[in-house]
């Protein structure tokens, strides 16, 4: 029944019966399966609002708003504020979804099944009680990965069975992560639209062993762990500079409305520049664009403006474009932000976009540039508010330099 609900809402978009069902208000637990079998699940609600339904995507304290949705006969489509990604399913009956998580890729469309479950507020459901603690600050390696994201390091808070907390690394953090602490054994799991990840290992003591990092339907990698309070990461002011002899940036791309815009433009001369490498794609730039909005707003009258240079998933400047509108909207984005027309898994975005860099190490990426245009510090990455304090400090520390460029 599934597979034959599933290829004619793929094919049509639509279930033609005469039945109309009812979304249900309320919690839901949402199962992401992978091609391994291996299932990545979160929490929703469904609520009214203004007369139509909208729904909260829970990860730990995060509440992420869906607020398009259509309910059509047996079928609910939702689509997700970010990514180009949608989840579309057929009502089983009123407590039951089945259905797919459909995100957009540069030529084709990732397709992974999901199903939804009424009433099931827990995320993962626990044998016996936990017999670990894995509250603290870890230093954490994953095995096999590239230099510079081979190194993490995690902070988790655990009460009774119930696990928040995230992994820091060297470009950002992996958000708002919750799960359980079930016996020895843990479980952590992300969604936000666009990314879905689980977590699991063993806890033994001040070691965290045979870690397994799950990925959307198909990425795997091994991971281990031991308690380190003092556990550091790479300078993230340190892994992205100007090549030698390199001071200034000299580019011009097109803006959201087509138009041409220029760093050596008149309203950029004299001024303090912020320089935000992003995508409409990236989860840690949807962190950091809410605070560089702040800053603008408040900066924007004493000499500081900022410039965000997308790097989208396709080189198509409408399709990017209209990611990059929703994107503005939600996060009432004032500041001018222009579209590179290069793929951000081009291996040469930053000889074809900004050839003064050494490489671009990771989104987003934030520069800062003098009022002689003259770049003074280049900072990878973003530590978002499932990372606590240091999502303060990371705010603070953007305002500081920003002081202090105003009156150099």
Known sequence: MYKKALTFILATGFLFTNAQQKFQNGIWRAVLERNDGKEIVFNFDVKDSAGKKIIHIHNASERLLADQITVTRDSVFITLPFFESQLRAAFVNENELNGTWLKRLVDKYQVTPFQAFYNQPERFKTNSNATANVSGRWAVTFLNAPKNEDVAVGEFVQTGNHVTGTFLNPTGDDRFLEGVMDGDSLRLSTFDGGHAFLFTAKVEGDKIIGGQYFSGPTFKQEWIAEKNENATLPDEFALTKMKEGQTKFDFAF?????????????????????????????????????????????????????????YERSTDFERSQKSLRTFQKRFNVNYTLLITGVSVNDSLRAEKTLPQLEKIEGFPTTIFINKRGEVEKIHTGFNGPGTGEHYDEQKKEFYDIVNTLLVK
Request: hydrophobic share 35%.
């Open 254 to 310: 097109r803006d959201i409305e087509g138009k041409t815009v220029s760093i050596h433009n008149a309203r950029f001369k004299n001024k303090v520049v912020l320089l935000q490498l992003m995508g409409s794609w990236c989860p840690n730039c949807m962190d950091e664009t809410p605070v560089l909005s702040k800053l603008y707003d408040h900066y924007k009258n004493k000499g500081v403006e900022i410039i965000g240079l997308a």
